[in-house]
């Protein structure tokens, strides 16, 4: 992602280089809403090709996307073409993502998900923090297409480390394979020392004869299956039939709180990004350096991801999530507090941006931790669906497509709202909007650890 956040301040210079600033305000909103749709609209269809097979393999292809995507921006002289980059920096997001996010799962057990999928969205955040920073010097000191090399020396960078990636679900073949071939050597060795082996196999295919059982030795779900079957009478959709674990996890309401609470996550943090700037201009009379220094006090926080997600791991996603909301959605409307030039109500609006950045990293990465746990979940009651390799991709794509929707929503809510309203009552709607979630976190995501 910091990739992307380097071609931010480029699209700026390239779209204000020939339009007016009614036309600029336009595209660069049309080019973030792009980007977020795209994104959303990419990544159910990455998390089923990633269930599907290797994690590398999308991997890969999202990086190829990334690359066209900065190609287009190296060339782009007019906002047209910005504007199919973005479409393709959108969809290689969502593969990098969902992928990205399901070989986290892999790795990790459950015990320490949230801190991890903490820190994964720690090294985003610093990522969109530095990016801007360093493409910034680069350009001064080298110019343009230098800004392109840095990008392009990363993407070869980014190749070498997928290069030597070993993937969880290949190891433990490996491991498999080695324990079959010790047991194999085992069984050899018994077969030579006569009568007591042979009385064991026999027992053995006794038992084997009675039950019947998948490969890592747990009975096969024939009766469930049945009953499962014949339950309804009505036959399943194409839809069901052909993407039987997205329709199962689509009904799921643990995993729909969740995906509504990133959504909401995500739309606040585009809201919040959209009518900021002018709310400081407006008020503060601001410049465009003070606009932008002033989400220091929301991202930082970010940077604690790990800490916030390990809470999770300890307590439970749901009273950390809770937290989170109540925190986030008290602030926001204490915002609406500030409307003097004056440098009390300065301090106090970066005071509570501060703690609405704490409270929103309260939110994300405890609802990552409770998709891995749903998807475990229902792994378990559902084998004969989700097998041994479960869904985990295609459940953090419907997270990322949550993600991209909240981005595309999010700038066209909140600016529309601003500009008819006013501050107090423009954070007020934000702080119902953030509430909204809670009755289903509350109802659904899991608990504390027992």
């Known amino acids: 992602m910091d990739i992307f956040a380097e071609m931010v301040p480029f699209s700026t210079s390239v779209v204000t280089s020939k339009l007016t600033d009614l036309e600029v305000q336009f595209w660069l909103s049309l080019l973030l809403t792009v980007f977020g749709l795209f994104l959303g609209l990419g990544a159910p269809f990455a998390g089923w090709a990633a269930d599907r097979g290797a994690r590398a393999t999308p991997f890969l292809f999202g990086l190829l996307l990334a690359i066209v995507s900065t190609v287009l921006f190296a060339l782009a002289r007019a906002p047209g073409l910005l504007l199919v980059g973005r479409i393709f920096q959108g969809l290689a997001a969502s593969v990098i993502y969902t992928a990205g996010l399901a070989l986290v799962a892999d790795a990790v057990g459950p015990d320490e998900i949230g801190a991890w999928m903490g820190f994964v969205f720690s090294g985003n955040t610093f990522g969109l923090l530095l990016a801007p920073f360093i493409a910034g010097i680069v350009?001064?000191?080298?110019?343009?297409?230098?800004?392109?090399?840095?990008?392009?020396?990363?993407?070869?960078?980014?190749?070498?480390?997928?290069?030597?990636?070993?993937?969880?679900?290949?190891?433990?073949?490996?491991?498999?394979?080695?324990?079959?071939?010790?047991?194999?050597?085992?069984?050899?060795?018994?077969?030579?020392?006569g009568n007591t082996a042979e009385g064991n196999n026999e027992h053995n295919e006794t038992n084997g004869s009675t039950e019947v059982g998948n490969e890592d030795g747990t009975p096969e779900p024939e009766e469930h299956t049945s009953l499962l079957r014949h339950k309804s009478t009505t036959p399943p959709s194409w839809f069901r039939r052909t993407f039987r674990k997205m329709a199962i996890l689509g009904s799921s309401p643990r995993l729909i709180a969740a995906i509504y609470g990133c959504l909401t996550h995500t739309m606040l943090l585009a809201c919040i990004d959209s009518i900021l700037p002018l709310f400081v201009k407006r008020t503060f009379d601001w410049t465009a350096t003070g606009a932008g220094s002033i989400f220091l006090t929301i991202t930082c926080p970010s940077l604690f991801g790990t800490f916030f997600g390990?809470?999770?791991?300890?307590?439970?996603?749901?009273?950390?999530?809770?937290?989170?909301?109540?925190?986030?959605?008290?602030?926001?409307?204490?915002m609406g507090l500030v409307k003097e030039n004056t440098l009390v109500d300065k301090v106090i609006l970066c005071v509570f941006l501060v703690l609405v950045g704490v409270g929103l990293n309260l939110i994300l990465a405890p609802l990552a931790a409770d998709v891995f746990a749903t998807v475990d979940a229902l792994t378990a009651s559902r084998p004969d669906v989700f097998g041994k390799t479960g869904a985990y991709a295609q459940a953090y794509s419907l997270m990322c497509g949550a993600l991209g929707l909240g981005t595309a929503l999010g700038p066209i809510l909140a600016g529309s709202f601003y500009e008819k309203t006013n501050w107090p009552i423009t954070v007020g709607f934000l702080a119902i909007l953030c509430a909204l979630p809670s009755v289903g976190v509350f109802l659904y995501t899991g608990g504390g650890r027992k």
């Open 139 to 193: 350009y001064d000191q080298a110019g343009y297409f230098a800004v392109f090399g840095v990008c392009f020396g990363i993407f070869g960078f980014d190749i070498v480390l997928r290069a030597f990636m070993i993937e969880k679900r290949e190891a433990v073949k490996w491991l498999r394979d080695q324990k079959t071939t010790v047991a194999a050597s085992d069984g050899q060795h018994a077969d030579e020392a």
């Open 310 to 334: 390990a809470l999770a791991d300890r307590y439970g996603s749901r009273p950390v999530c809770l937290t989170g909301l109540a925190l986030t959605t008290l602030n926001l409307g204490l």
